[in-house]
């Protein structure tokens, strides 16, 4: 098994200086950096194998089929998805929960709850509260506890929200601020219990833990390729066959239908019938190869290596003055979000970048918390496989000559 300082070999845009500083990217919350392995496998579709896939009956089309459809088998068994058809390919995290979304609310009603939390992403917000304008349902969230959100979910208000009229519950697995874990098999569990249908936000967790859906017990869950390796502009929407052959498309044209005449059409089942038109082929085959390159490594090590330097990050952060971290002090996903008074986020980031060190500032899609916290905005430092506890000193001493600048 490779040290973590060789797997750093695999990623080539690490290897650069940004202003004259080897270049530090901690900002894999917002997407991570492709191997080689990765590069190389898009490079080899479109230089071999570059076709439109399903109805070709040429060799490059044959070709590409097999390996559009060996990529959807693949993130089916990186996901535990007994059936490979149970695999949308979709742009990313926010079409998969659209497609959910936009569905459900053609089968919704006034008198119907749409149950998520006060952590949400807005990607598993917006479309929800657009749900629920379509339905006349009504949209309710879990809250979060703690002055910081430290707390998690308070799961004793959970008891008073889940109740038979919620259809679905929508909640994220790990919050792309907060970086609390929620305790995502148990609101399956109790969400079952009173008939609702779960939606799991997947994007920060897919490609930094084990995740099996069966285990998980989910109705639907979504994440993004980019956030794992994978290029941009492919995702991934898992849900049970019996609920998707149930679903109607939001998108249609070619390729997701059975027959067509003047009156109407006939679709297909899952997944064409999701898939409207030619289809993303080069980066699902991308994704399906960091797929491969992530279960080499091992989803359990990695995610070890991400809670230790989150672990480490936060305790040298706190020692800084002057600083807010939100968030959970404990067990806790790959990433840091904080806030310094007097100093704007946007200000730190610029900073840290002139040292080399890449962050993220801002509201990071999760205002209604920001509000809730009396915050604007924060500075994330988000971790993955290539980082080394060196990078988070960088990250300190950046963090040190920005508050000598603004604090004297």
Same mark, same amino acid.
């Given at each position: 098994?490779?040290?973590?300082?060789?797997?750093?070999?695999?990623?080539?845009?690490?290897?650069?200086?940004?202003?004259?500083?080897?270049?530090?990217?901690?900002?894999n919350g917002a997407t991570t950096q492709k191997p080689r392995a990765v590069i190389d496998a898009l490079v080899r579709y479109y230089e071999r194998d570059n076709s439109n896939v399903h109805r070709g009956l040429h060799a490059l089309s044959m070709r590409a089929t097999d390996a559009y459809e060996g990529a959807r088998a $693949?993130? &089916?068994?990186?996901? /535990? !998805?007994?059936?490979?058809?149970?695999?949308?390919?979709?742009? %990313?995290? #926010?079409?998969?929960?659209?497609?959910?979304?936009?569905?459900y609310a053609a089968r919704l009603k006034a008198g119907d709850v749409i149950l998520t939390t006060?952590?949400?992403?807005?990607?598993?917000?917006?479309?929800?509260?657009?749900?629920?304008?379509?339905?006349?349902?009504?949209?309710?969230?879990?809250?979060?506890?703690?002055?910081?959100?430290?707390?998690?979910?308070?799961?004793?208000?959970?008891?008073?929200?889940?109740?038979?009229?919620?259809?679905?519950?929508?909640?994220?697995?790990?919050?792309?601020?907060l970086a609390t874990i929620n305790p995502v098999a148990e609101l399956? $569990?109790? &969400?079952?219990?009173? /008939? !609702?249908?779960?939606?799991?936000?997947?994007?920060?967790?897919? %490609?930094? #833990?084990?995740?099996?859906?069966?285990?998980?017990?989910?109705?639907?869950?979504?994440?993004?390729?980019?956030?794992?390796c994978g290029p941009t502009g492919i995702g991934v929407l898992y849900g049970r066959r019996a609920l998707l052959d149930q679903l109607a498309p939001t998108e249609t044209g070619g390729g997701m239908v059975v027959s067509v005449d003047f009156e109407g059409a006939r679709w297909k089942p899952a997944p064409e019938r999701f898939e409207a038109g030619t289809p993303n082929v080069a980066d699902a085959i991308g994704l399906g190869v960091a797929c491969d390159y992530l279960d080499a490594l091992g989803r359990a090590r990695i995610?070890?290596?991400?809670?230790?330097?989150?672990?480490?990050?936060?305790?040298?952060?706190?020692?800084?003055?002057g600083i807010r971290i939100i968030g959970p002090?404990?067990?806790?996903?790959?990433?840091?979000?904080?806030?310094?008074?007097?100093?704007?986020?946007?200000d730190v980031v610029t900073f840290a970048d002139e040292d080399g060190v890449a962050l993220r500032g801002g509201h990071h899609c999760n205002q209604p918390l920001m509000r809730k916290l009396g915050l604007t905005s924060t500075t994330r430092a988000s971790f993955y496989l290539y980082n080394t506890p060196e990078e988070i000193d960088v990250l300190v001493a950046s963090l040190r000559r920005t508050l000598k600048f603004f604090q004297g």
């Open positions: 098994m490779p040290t973590w300082e060789n797997v750093r070999a695999d990623f080539p845009v690490l290897h650069q200086q940004v202003n004259g500083k080897p270049l530090v990217y901690l900002d $693949r993130v &089916a068994k990186f996901i /535990g !998805a007994a059936d490979p058809a149970e695999v949308i390919f979709t742009r %990313g995290t #926010t079409e998969s929960i659209n497609v959910v979304a936009r569905s006060e952590m949400e992403h807005h990607s598993n917000l917006v479309p929800w509260q657009q749900a629920a304008r379509a339905s006349g349902a009504t949209l309710r969230y879990v809250p979060v506890l703690g002055a910081n959100a430290e707390g998690g979910l308070d799961l004793a208000a959970l008891d008073r929200l889940l109740t038979p009229q919620v259809k679905v519950f929508a909640f994220t697995h790990i919050s792309n601020t399956c $569990r109790r &969400a079952r219990a009173v /008939g !609702a249908v779960t939606v799991i936000d997947a994007a920060q967790s897919v %490609g930094h #833990t084990p995740l099996d859906v069966a285990a998980l017990d989910c109705d639907f869950l979504a994440f993004s390729g980019h956030k794992m995610g070890q290596h991400d809670h230790r330097l989150a672990q480490l990050a936060y305790a040298r952060l706190a020692e800084l003055p002090a404990g067990e806790r996903g790959g990433l840091v979000s904080f806030a310094f008074e007097g100093v704007h986020a946007h």
